[in-house]
Nanobody, 119 residues
């Protein structure tokens, strides 16, 4: 189970930090990611962290503004979002993904947290 929190209303240029607490999984074995819903109703990945944090990826749209981190002792992944823009307004979801020999890629999703950036 993934529980996301930290969304809210912020002015353009402001910051928010999202948190996602995991339970019921061996957290440090999972790649953790943050996604957001696009206007076309698809989920766009905005950050991914694998292992202890030596493998991190961002799309160009958020690179330099968003920072993902994880605390394996607390089973929690964070997304620090700075210099927010109105275009960042969306519902943000956390994702836990692991590849297993039997089932292949297995993903779990949090419930989503709304981020609204006013201009």
């Amino acid at each position: 189970q993934l529980q996301a929190s930290g969304g809210g209303l912020v002015q353009a240029g402001g910051s928010l930090r999202l948190s996602c607490a995991a339970s019921g999984v061996t957290f440090d074995r999972y790649a953790m990611g943050w996604f957001r819903q696009t206007p076309a109703n698809q989920r766009e990945e905005v950050a991914r962290i694998v292992g202890s944090g030596d493998n991190i990826k961002y799309p160009d749209s958020v690179k330099g503004r968003f920072t993902i981190s994880r605390d394996n002792a607390k089973n929690t992944v964070y997304l620090q979002m700075n210099s927010l823009e109105p275009e960042d307004t969306s519902v943000y979801y956390c994702n836990a993904n692991i590849w297993t020999p039997g089932a292949g890629s297995v993903s779990y999703w949090g419930q989503g947290t709304l981020v609204t950036v006013s201009s």
